[in-house]
Protein backbone atom coordinates (compact mmCIF):
# COMPACT_ATOMS: atom_id res chain seq x y z
CA UNK A 1 0.00 0.00 0.00
CA UNK A 2 1.66 3.32 -1.18
CA UNK A 3 1.66 6.51 0.91
CA UNK A 4 -1.25 8.92 0.30
CA UNK A 5 0.24 12.59 -0.78
CA UNK A 6 -0.03 15.09 1.49
CA UNK A 7 -2.67 16.97 -1.20
CA UNK A 8 -5.27 14.27 -1.15
CA UNK A 9 -4.99 13.79 2.51
CA UNK A 10 -5.72 16.74 4.98
CA UNK A 11 -4.94 14.96 8.54
CA UNK A 12 -2.04 12.76 9.55
CA UNK A 13 -2.18 10.82 12.86
CA UNK A 14 0.39 9.48 14.19
CA UNK A 15 -0.08 6.53 16.99
CA UNK A 16 2.55 5.89 19.68
CA UNK A 17 2.58 3.98 22.68
CA UNK A 18 1.96 6.49 25.33
CA UNK A 19 -0.86 5.91 27.20
CA UNK A 20 -2.90 8.54 24.80
CA UNK A 21 -3.12 6.40 22.14
CA UNK A 22 -6.67 5.00 23.57
CA UNK A 23 -8.03 8.63 22.38
CA UNK A 24 -7.01 7.55 19.25
CA UNK A 25 -10.29 5.17 18.04
CA UNK A 26 -12.46 8.41 19.94
CA UNK A 27 -11.07 10.70 17.01
CA UNK A 28 -9.79 8.92 13.60
CA UNK A 29 -12.19 9.56 10.56
CA UNK A 30 -12.28 7.86 7.38
CA UNK A 31 -9.39 9.11 4.89
CA UNK A 32 -7.16 10.23 7.35
CA UNK A 33 -3.67 8.98 6.83
CA UNK A 34 -2.20 6.83 9.71
CA UNK A 35 1.34 6.48 10.69
CA UNK A 36 2.43 4.13 13.65
CA UNK A 37 5.58 4.73 15.86
CA UNK A 38 7.39 0.99 16.09
CA UNK A 39 4.97 -2.10 16.43
CA UNK A 40 2.44 -0.11 17.96
CA UNK A 41 -0.14 -1.05 15.13
CA UNK A 42 0.25 -4.96 16.06
CA UNK A 43 -1.15 -4.36 19.58
CA UNK A 44 -3.83 -2.13 18.54
CA UNK A 45 -4.81 -4.23 15.09
CA UNK A 46 -4.07 -0.88 13.09
CA UNK A 47 -3.43 -0.92 9.57
CA UNK A 48 -1.08 1.97 8.88
CA UNK A 49 -0.35 3.77 5.53
CA UNK A 50 3.08 4.06 7.04
CA UNK A 51 5.58 2.75 10.15
CA UNK A 52 8.70 4.73 11.71
CA UNK A 53 10.93 2.32 13.51
CA UNK A 54 14.20 4.21 13.82
CA UNK A 55 16.49 1.84 15.61
CA UNK A 56 18.22 -0.55 13.17
CA UNK A 57 16.40 -3.78 12.69
CA UNK A 58 18.61 -6.23 11.74
CA UNK A 59 20.26 -5.61 15.31
CA UNK A 60 16.86 -6.17 16.74
CA UNK A 61 15.99 -9.36 14.95
CA UNK A 62 18.37 -11.60 16.88
CA UNK A 63 16.88 -10.27 20.60
CA UNK A 64 13.71 -8.67 19.48
CA UNK A 65 12.17 -11.05 16.65
CA UNK A 66 8.62 -10.63 16.68
CA UNK A 67 9.01 -6.66 16.84
CA UNK A 68 10.54 -7.14 14.07
CA UNK A 69 8.05 -9.49 11.92
CA UNK A 70 5.53 -7.26 13.46
CA UNK A 71 6.97 -4.15 11.59
CA UNK A 72 8.53 -5.89 8.20
CA UNK A 73 5.31 -7.81 7.23
CA UNK A 74 2.93 -4.72 8.49
CA UNK A 75 1.86 -4.75 4.28
CA UNK A 76 3.08 -0.87 4.30
CA UNK A 77 6.10 1.23 4.13
CA UNK A 78 8.48 1.23 6.80
CA UNK A 79 10.73 4.35 7.46
CA UNK A 80 13.92 3.52 9.28
CA UNK A 81 17.53 4.39 9.78
CA UNK A 82 18.69 1.42 7.16
CA UNK A 83 16.91 0.07 4.44
CA UNK A 84 17.76 -3.86 3.75
CA UNK A 85 16.70 -5.43 0.65
CA UNK A 86 15.98 -9.11 3.09
CA UNK A 87 12.99 -6.37 4.26
CA UNK A 88 11.62 -4.91 1.09
CA UNK A 89 9.10 -2.45 2.91
CA UNK A 90 11.93 -0.86 4.77
CA UNK A 91 12.99 2.53 3.21
CA UNK A 92 16.17 4.78 4.13
CA UNK A 93 14.70 7.76 6.41
CA UNK A 94 15.52 10.96 3.97
CA UNK A 95 17.73 12.61 6.85
CA UNK A 96 19.90 14.94 4.80
CA UNK A 97 16.52 16.34 2.23
CA UNK A 98 14.26 16.75 5.62
CA UNK A 99 16.85 18.66 7.49
CA UNK A 100 17.57 20.66 4.16
CA UNK A 101 14.14 21.33 3.82
CA UNK A 102 13.53 21.87 7.28
CA UNK A 103 16.38 24.58 7.78
CA UNK A 104 17.67 22.00 10.78
CA UNK A 105 21.37 21.93 10.46
CA UNK A 106 23.07 22.44 13.62
CA UNK A 107 20.40 21.85 15.90
CA UNK A 108 19.50 17.88 14.54
CA UNK A 109 21.30 15.92 17.32
CA UNK A 110 19.30 18.02 19.76
CA UNK A 111 15.60 17.92 17.71
CA UNK A 112 16.19 14.49 16.11
CA UNK A 113 16.34 12.22 19.05
CA UNK A 114 13.76 9.88 19.40
CA UNK A 115 11.62 7.73 16.40
CA UNK A 116 8.57 10.54 17.34
CA UNK A 117 10.65 13.32 16.16
CA UNK A 118 12.10 12.00 12.71
CA UNK A 119 8.58 11.07 12.18
CA UNK A 120 7.19 14.71 13.17
CA UNK A 121 10.16 16.27 10.94
CA UNK A 122 8.84 13.56 8.05
CA UNK A 123 5.35 14.84 8.63
CA UNK A 124 6.80 18.69 8.27
CA UNK A 125 8.79 18.24 5.75
CA UNK A 126 5.49 16.33 3.32
CA UNK A 127 3.81 19.80 4.23
CA UNK A 128 0.82 17.75 6.06
CA UNK A 129 -1.68 20.87 6.92
CA UNK A 130 -2.57 18.62 10.24
CA UNK A 131 -1.24 16.20 12.08
CA UNK A 132 -2.72 14.66 15.33
CA UNK A 133 -0.40 12.82 17.67
CA UNK A 134 -1.75 9.91 19.79
CA UNK A 135 0.11 8.05 22.61
CA UNK A 136 3.02 10.81 22.03
CA UNK A 137 3.12 10.73 26.17
CA UNK A 138 7.12 11.16 27.15
CA UNK A 139 7.18 10.15 30.47
CA UNK A 140 10.39 9.12 31.79
CA UNK A 141 10.67 7.52 36.02
CA UNK A 142 12.98 10.00 38.40
CA UNK A 143 13.29 7.99 40.80
CA UNK A 144 17.33 6.92 41.39
CA UNK A 145 16.60 3.21 42.13
CA UNK A 146 14.44 2.47 39.20
CA UNK A 147 17.00 4.55 36.79
CA UNK A 148 20.26 2.24 38.13
CA UNK A 149 18.37 -0.72 38.01
CA UNK A 150 17.08 -0.38 34.46
CA UNK A 151 20.84 0.65 33.60
CA UNK A 152 21.88 -2.90 34.82
CA UNK A 153 19.89 -4.79 32.40
CA UNK A 154 21.06 -2.67 29.40
CA UNK A 155 23.41 -4.80 26.99
CA UNK A 156 26.51 -3.51 25.17
CA UNK A 157 24.69 -2.56 22.24
CA UNK A 158 21.78 -1.65 23.62
CA UNK A 159 21.30 2.66 23.46
CA UNK A 160 21.52 4.51 26.52
CA UNK A 161 17.37 6.02 26.50
CA UNK A 162 16.21 2.27 26.63
CA UNK A 163 16.62 2.85 30.16
CA UNK A 164 13.81 4.37 30.24
Known sequence: MASKTP???KVLNIVGFGHSRAMFALGAEAGE????????????RLRPDMIFAMDDLNR???EHR????????AGCPVMTCTAYRKWPATRAYPLKEVIAALGL???VPRILTNTWCYALAYALYRKYPQVNLFGADFV???RRQDVEAAKRRLKPHHP?????
Open 140 to 142: RTD
Open 66 to 73: QYVRDIVR
Open 160 to 164: DWFIY
Open 33 to 44: ELWTINNIHASM
Open 105 to 107: GAL
Open 60 to 62: DRI
Open 7 to 9: AAV
